[in-house]
């Protein structure tokens, strides 16, 4: 995998604290996206890697609960967000923090 490929011991796995994915497809349970996206998302689990999938394929801003990703690939923290077509808003800025969870 990408992450396999730039990462090749232990403690720089612990490093890495989570993982942003920008697809075009929206992760669905279809045979032609899913065969993509089930081995992404079990590599992740694998890794214990909260996650966020952001695609553009359906062009009108929204973001899941987790509970698509769990019920469809059985990811244990990943969420999903569609971004709007671009010429209606501006270009999206992700940040990772260490926040504490509870």
């Known amino acids: 995998t990408c992450i396999d490929t730039h990462i090749h011991d232990d403690h720089e796995y612990r490093k890495v604290r989570a993982a942003v994915l920008f697809t075009h497809a929206r992760p669905q349970p279809v ?50 967000m569609q971004v709007d077509a671009g010429h209606l808003a501006p270009p999206i800025t992700i940040n990772v923090a260490n926040v504490p969870s509870g």
Not at 57 to 70: A, E, H, I, P, R
Request: aromatic share 18%.
């Open 31 to 80: 045979r032609e996206v899913g065969e993509y996206f089930q081995p992404i998302v079990d590599y992740l689990n694998w890794l214990e890697l909260p996650s966020l999938f952001i695609h553009g394929d359906g062009l009108v801003f929204g973001v899941s609960n987790g509970t698509f990703m769990k019920d469809v690939y059985g990811a244990d923290d990943s969420w999903v």
